[in-house]
Nanobody, 119 residues
């Protein structure tokens, strides 16, 4: 099983990006009950939770998101998304997708995608 994150890039402050995460090598019956999340890690800082979406599509956001980001999932495509609007330079970080496998609570991580917001 692999998680592949994509969609990062360089954007000006106030701009938008949409991140995607694809779970490959995972059957639907295993993907659907999994909880998923986006984390980020800026240089010199610890990795922090950005947003999570559970198997029943409940969502939770970090305070610093302030209504700017929206997390979603597409079980049929085994994908998760993070729509990021009103980006700020402080959002600059490597963004990682995370999946918690329901049957054993094993955590899987993607390779990360760089988001850089210029002022």
């Amino acid at each position: 099983v692999q998680l592949q994150a994509s969609g990062g890039g360089l954007v000006q402050a106030g701009g938008s990006l949409r991140l995607s995460c694809t779970a490959s090598g995972m059957i639907t019956s295993e993907f659907n009950p999994s909880d998923m999340a986006w984390y980020r890690q800026a240089p010199g800082r610890q990795r922090e939770l950005v947003a999570q979406v559970t198997s029943d599509r409940s969502t939770n956001y970090a305070v610093f998101v302030k209504g700017r980001f929206t997390i979603s999932r597409d079980n049929a495509r085994k994908k998760m998304y993070l729509q990021m609007n009103s980006l700020e330079p402080e959002d600059t970080a490597v963004y990682y997708c995370n999946l918690v496998r329901n049957r054993d609570r094993t955590q899987l991580w993607g390779q990360g995608t760089q988001v850089t917001v210029s002022s």
